[in-house]
């Protein structure tokens, strides 16, 4: 079983649409949870960063994590066809001295026009 | 801010000799750089850590002679691909934490590996 699970899709959804985007986990000891954007052929571009559990709200995008269910999700709104991307979740866990990340595998999005 | 710049963006070599890349933060001091391979559909494989003036740590199956990886300074670290195959053809992608309290990385915007 991978440490973070991830539906790689693709997922088609209507210009406009609410999408939901969503990991989960197993490794209880993950603390700090990010959501990257990664076009074709592009480096992943960090869009939200949130520590422990809550949520985090910037423009179209809201980042929710559960931790008791250890399942986070990425919420955008009023979805455009420049959303269409590879969305990666990642975290990481406290104190391991790492700081490495652990990513899901991405879940292609495509915003139809 | 945060920005990460890598280069070159695309390199064609032949079998045999060796490749360099680099990455660099452009805006900020860089504890820690990762460095990333990526095959096409594929998620982020984690290839090694550095730290700043000191040996990178590699992750298992990564062969550290052949990935040579030098972080000179806050605001640079290099990746040699010594002896390149064809079958190191890949696209390169390294990040770099800003090491204040977040574990956050800023990722490069990635180098494509043709080797013939």
Sequence with gaps: QKEVEQDPGPLSVPEGAIVSLNCTYSNSAFQYFMWYRQYSRKGPE???YTYSSGNKEDGRFTAQVDKSSKYISLFIRDSQPSDSATYLCAMSALGTGRRALTFGSGTRLQVQP | GAVVSQHPSW????????VKIECRSLDFQATTMFWYRQFPKQSLMLMATSNEGSKATYEQGVEKDKFLINHASLTLSTLTVTSAHPED???????????????EQYFGPGTRLTVT
């Design chain 1, 46 to 48: 960090l869009l939200m």
């Design chain 2, 11 to 18: 390199v064609i070599c032949k079998s045999g000799t060796s």
């Design chain 2, 89 to 103: 053809s890949s696209f390169y992608i390294c990040s770099a934490n800003p090491g204040t309290s977040g574990y």
